[in-house]
């Protein structure tokens, strides 16, 4: 009799296991997520915020936002520069269009092409870069010269003259080209060589910038490796500084200052993407303040930095200096560009 | 008791070291203070193609092994080496893919998208078991298929299951095949590979569900042999339709059947058949007329289950993603939703105009119709024809193994007498 009852009861227990298996199994079923709606269902402490990143502390903003922004007209902007007159000088839509520092348009060269970049040297010629080539006008937009094409890889991002020198950064060779005033080309800098300490640059997007220093060394961003690196004219590697950090002090994401530029007095002005960020550096690098942050910048501030990431990524912010200090931002979201002057007594 | 405890253990290990690992994708990456150097980003090598072919050559002789095995040397013992062996290889060390099971969605979704190439190693997964089963039965799930592996060694305490039990769940694995070619047809989903409950497992890492799935699956595995197998295995479905006619057949016993009865029980998986009685007539003239009532009920049944698939189109077509996306984009654009998810919002980013979404849309859920007609048409016959098989009545003088559920695991060959007898024969000469 007990053996007979030990033996339901063992039938029933399992029963009662599997039953309560099957259930547990159609729920699991039922509630697995197939398409992701349900995200991670981790707890908020795992949940990276961006948008904390994007809030910089007031009294590290070193800069105010002076007169009202200049809109280029172009649907796609890509660079800008400042001669010495104070003039701006915006690139976009096949063209080069020239302000004056109120923001009247003062006058417009059409281009066959669509321009990546440009510089205005102390002679008032204006040096256009193109995908593969760069191009010579003089101040009234008549063009004085066409250079060689730099083959189909190129991508040319950036140009700065000396006296006698013309430097020109292609992203898609990952090098510095330096050419004499005529065009002809002296040596390439930058390319990978351990002999003589040079690593290469890495460039992981269409951003390398470089500018000649009051010091007489030629400054280069190397993106990839977050950090500026100075090389004398002939492609020596003098030093470097910078590195990757989220925090202000450093250049954060994938890559890392898009654009930079030289103040008057040797401080370096950088910009990034991604988390779009106008900071003042000393010669040294040492960080000294903030021109504007994500929440100068997007609208909406910080909590839409994100929106625009893929935007960032794809128009990253341009930047250029006047001689009096003043820095002028080229926000390629709207096409406009922003101008920006040191606070009183900062 | 001992046997018991390595699975308890084994089952515990699974368990922990399936845990579900999850991450965000982070923009910027995080900082370390500690002086912690970040590495620099590499992908993994892709696998090599020539381990396509070392799994496929591992398979083939996995098939010939079992096979040998099961017919020829009727040793359980190897067969249980070679199905921890196939557990490991298939299983963990393979991940568990590519697996025939799965295969199934490749070819499904290479006859109806002529885009789609299947390897020809996936092909020869496919194949190779269904060739196998031609000739010797069930051997691949005997010893070589992981999913069946991993629930063979858990059989700790079988319980019989009632016929009409079986076949009633035996009807799920029906419906699962037809409607994981459905799915696979339409591009929607490889829902089998969604919903394997061993792959947790095999990964050793994956959804906490799926592990929670398959920890079930073992657990009811104890008691109810292989439950994947029989009840949910779409390949399992092929399988016995060939094991059927297969040209040879797992025998119990090497000699003449003595009736003895002690195989009876040691199938875990209830394919022992008895030998039948005389049919008593007036249970012969019922049964007669039950199978014209139901010879005539078949193309009802057919139509009614294919009608029931087409009408559930605008359910099974929600599985496609495109689908998905046109009805949550006419919320959104008839206000019945205010918040827009990243796929509405990334399709808006295109451009793309809504009415060729929709389009598209019912498009899709028209080949859902059609499919549904099929699926449905092809659950209704198996639904009939199981009903019909119940009228029908073989004739069997000896304990046979069940052509098309046997999954010749050896387990009956042990408890032969015959067999032991063969044996110790041998053995003495």
New interface residues.
């Given amino acids: 009799m007990n053996v007979r009852l030990a033996t339901a009861n063992t ?1 029933v227990l ?1 029963g009662v ?2 039953a309560a ?2 259930i ?2 159609i729920v ?2 039922v ?5 992701g ?1 349900r995200g ?3 707890g908020k402490e ?3 915020d ?1 948008g904390d ?1 994007a809030k910089i502390d007031p009294n590290l903003i070193l800069y105010k936002e002076s007169t009202p922004a200049i809109d280029t007209g172009f649907t796609k902007t890509q660079a800008i520069a400042v001669d010495s007159e104070g003039s701006i000088y915006a690139a976009g839509d096949k063209a080069i269009r020239k302000f004056a520092e109120s923001g009247n348009l003062l006058g417009e060269t059409r281009l066959a092409g669509m321009p990546r970049c440009l510089t205005v040297a102390g002679d008032g010629q204006v040096y256009v870069g193109f995908k593969e080539h760069l191009e010579i006008y003089d101040a009234q937009g008549k063009r004085l010269a066409t250079w060689q094409r730099l083959g189909d890889d190129a991508v040319l991002t950036s140009i700065a003259v000396s006296k006698n020198d013309v430097f020109v950064a292609d992203a898609g060779n990952r090098i510095v080209h330096h050419f004499d005033t005529t065009g002809k080309l002296i040596n390439r800098i930058g390319a990978r060589d351990m002999d003589r300490n040079i690593p290469g640059f890495v460039i992981p997007s269409p951003y390398f910038d470089l500018a000649v220093g009051r010091d007489g060394l030629l400054r280069v961003s190397d993106p990839g490796r977050h950090r500026i690196e100075a090389y004398t004219f002939d492609g020596d590697l003098e030093f470097s500084w910078g590195g ?4 202000i002090e450093g250049f ?3 890559c890392n200052p898009v654009n930079f530029a030289i103040l008057a007095d040797e401080n370096f002005v950088t910009c990034e993407k ?2 779009i960020r106008v900071k003042i550096a000393d010669p040294d690098g040492a960080f000294v303040g903030v021109v504007a942050g994500p929440e100068q910048f997007v609208e909406g501030g910080a909590s839409r930095v994100s929106e625009y ?1 893929p935007g960032a990524q794809a128009g990253a912010f341009d930047v250029a200096v006047d001689t009096s200090g003043r820095i002028f931002v080229l926000d390629t979201h709207k096409g406009v560009v922003r101008i920006f002057t040191r606070k009183k007594g900062e | 008791m001992i046997r018991l405890v390595y699975i308890i253990i084994g089952t515990a290990f699974l368990l922990l070291s399936s845990g579900t690992a ?3 994708e ?6 370390f203070e500690s002086g912690y150097q ?1 590495p620099t980003p590499a992908n993994p090598a892709p696998r090599r193609n020539i381990y396509e072919y070392v799994d496929t050559a591992v398979l083939l002789a996995g098939l010939s092994l079992s096979s040998y095995l099961v017919l020829r040397t009727r040793s359980r013992r190897a067969i249980l080496a070679l199905c921890v062996f196939s557990l490991f290889y298939f299983g963990f060390w393979r991940k568990g893919c590519v697996c025939p099971i799965g295969a199934i969605q490749n070819i499904a979704l290479s006859i109806f998208d002529r885009d789609y190439a299947v390897p020809i190693t996936v092909m020869l997964f496919f194949l190779l078991p269904l060739v196998f089963t031609l000739f010797f039965g069930r051997t691949f799930c005997a010893a070589v298929c992981p999913l069946g592996a991993i629930q063979d060694l858990v059989v700790l ?1 079988p ?1 019989s299951v009632p016929e009409w039990l079986e076949g009633g769940l035996r009807m799920f694995a029906y419906v699962y095949l037809a409607a994981a070619v459905l799915f696979a047809a339409t591009g929607s ?1 490889f829902v089998i590979c ?2 394997d ?1 061993f792959i947790s497992f095999f990964h050793l890492s994956g ?1 906490f ?2 592990l ?2 398959g920890a ?2 073992l ?2 595995g104890v ?2 042999g292989r439950p994947y197998c029989r009840f949910v295995c779409p390949y399992g479905v092929i399988l016995r339709q060939l094991s059927r006619i297969s040209k040879w057949k797992v025998a119990i016993t090497p000699e003449e059947c003595i009736k003895c009865r002690l195989c009876e029980d040691s199938c875990p998986f209830g394919a022992i058949r008895a030998p039948t009685a005389d049919w008593p007539a007036h249970d012969y003239n019922k049964s007669k007329k039950r199978l014209a009532f139901l010879i005539i009920l078949l193309p009802v049944l057919v139509f009614s289950s294919g009608w029931i698939g087409y009408a559930l189109r605008p359910v099974t077509s929600r599985v496609h ?1 495109t689908v ?1 996306l046109a009805d949550r984009v006419y919320l959104e654009e008839t206000g019945q939703a205010e918040e827009t ?1 990243d796929a509405s919002s990334a399709f808006r980013g295109t451009g793309k105009d809504i009415q060729e979404l929709y389009a598209e849309a019912l498009d899709i859920q028209a080949g859902f119709g059609l499919g549904g007609w099929l699926a449905g048409g092809f659950v209704g016959l198996v639904l009939a024809g199981k009903l019909i098989a119940v009228s029908l009545r073989r004739r069997r003088t000896d304990y046979q193994a069940d052509r098309a559920g046997c999954l010749a695991c050896g387990r009956c060959f042990e408890y032969c007498p015959q067999e032991h007898a063969k044996r110790k024969l041998a053995k003495d000469n």
């Fill in positions: 039938k399992i296991l599997i298996a099957v547990v199994a699991a079923v509630r697995l997520d197939t398409t709606k991670s269902g981790l795992f949940v990276y961006v990143l990757f950090s989220a925090g954060c994401g994938c991604g988390l990431g | 999850s991450g965000f982070r923009f910027p990456p995080p900082d970040q305490r319980i989903a969604r919903y409950p959804n569900h799926l929670i799935l079930c699956f657990l009811v008691f109810v993603a998905r998810t």
